[in-house]
């Protein structure tokens, strides 16, 4: 919007930040505590937790990161109804 000739900024809502109201809580501690469980145990997952504290990542961080890699390899699996290959993981660009 232009006042004077100057462009001015709209007023807009807050939008809402990771989860809203309406979340599964359940679904939520089943993937927290998958990602737990994940660093516990030797596998791609638990290199991908350790390849991201030893890049400077706080710990609580990076299993929320872990937790979300998690449910968005969940939710792809399930769509496209293929088998779980960990050589597809990736790690994110910075």
Do not use: C
């Amino acid at each position: 919007m232009l006042v004077d000739g100057r462009p001015i900024r709209r007023r807009r809502a807050p939008i809402t930040r990771g989860l809203n109201r309406n979340h599964n809580a359940t679904l939520k501690e089943v993937f927290k505590g998958a990602a737990t469980a994940a660093t516990a145990r030797p596998g791609p997952l638990q290199d991908l937790y350790s390849a991201m504290i030893e890049g400077g990542m706080r710990a609580e961080l990076a299993r929320l990161t872990l937790a979300r890699k998690i449910a968005a390899l969940t939710l792809r699996l399930w769509k496209t109804g293929e088998r779980y290959d960990p050589t597809k993981l990736t790690v994110q660009a910075r």
